[in-house]
C-alpha cells in the first residue's frame, strides 16, 4: 500500500449517503458474531479451513478481533468523513452537489479500503451476488453496490498511482 496521503472529492450528498451506509455496517459488525445466522456477517469472516471442527475453532478465536476490526475501520472512515457528510434537513440542491475535498492519510487508506470492499461484501450477500453472472447492472438494486464499486476502485487506483 501507498505511504502517501490521497485526496478523495465526493459531493456532499455522497459523503452524506456513504456515512449513513458506514454507520449501518459499523451497527451490523458491532458485537456481531457468525452464529446469528447472519450470511452477511459470515461472508466477513470466511472459514479459514476446509475442515469443518478446524474452522469452527479458527473461527472462535478470531471472529470477535476481525469484527471489531472492521468496526473500527469503519468508525475511522466516519472520522474522515466528518462535517462533509451533516447536511442540513433544508440544504438547497446547491448545497448537496458541492465537491468535498478529503485528504486521506495512509492509515485512513487502509481503513477506506477494507470498509469499502466489506459493505460491498455485505451487499453482494444481501442482492444474491455469488459469481458476476448474479449482478445486473440494469436493475436500480445494484445502484449502491456499483457506486461503491467505482469509489473502491479509483482509491486503488489512487493507491496504485494511476492518473486515469
Same mark, same amino acid.
Given at each position: 500500500m501507498s505511504e502517501q496521503s490521497v485526496v478523495l472529492e465526493l459531493t456532499r450528498i455522497e459523503a452524506a449517503?456513504? #456515512?449513513? !451506509?458506514?454507520?449501518?455496517?459499523?451497527?451490523?459488525?458491532d458485537g456481531a458474531v457468525v452464529e446469528t445466522?447472519?450470511? &452477511? %456477517?459470515?461472508?466477513?469472516v470466511p472459514d479459514a479451513y476446509d475442515d469443518a471442527e478446524s474452522a469452527a475453532e479458527f473461527r472462535r478465536?478470531?471472529? #470477535?478481533? !476481525?469484527?471489531d476490526r472492521r468496526r473500527d475501520d469503519a468508525q475511522a472512515v466516519l472520522a474522515s468523513l466528518g462535517e462533509? &457528510? %451533516?447536511?442540513?434537513?433544508?440544504a438547497p440542491d446547491s448545497v448537496l452537489v458541492e465537491n468535498a475535498t478529503i485528504t486521506l492519510d495512509p492509515t485512513a487508506v487502509g481503513a477506506w479500503l477494507r470498509t469499502l470492499a466489506?459493505?460491498?461484501?455485505?451487499?453482494?450477500?444481501?442482492?444474491?451476488?455469488a459469481e458476476a453472472d448474479d449482478h445486473h447492472p440494469d436493475d436500480?438494486?445494484?445502484?449502491?453496490?456499483?457506486?461503491l464499486g467505482y469509489r473502491l476502485d479509483g482509491l486503488v487506483a489512487a493507491v496504485a498511482g494511476d492518473d486515469d
Open positions: 449517503h456513504l #456515512a449513513g !451506509l458506514v454507520a449501518q455496517f459499523a451497527e451490523l459488525v445466522g447472519d450470511p &452477511a %456477517v459470515a461472508r466477513l478465536l478470531t471472529e #470477535a478481533d !476481525l469484527l462533509t &457528510a %451533516v447536511l442540513p434537513d433544508d466489506a459493505i460491498r461484501l455485505v451487499l453482494a450477500t444481501r442482492l444474491g451476488i436500480p438494486r445494484f445502484g449502491i453496490y456499483d457506486w
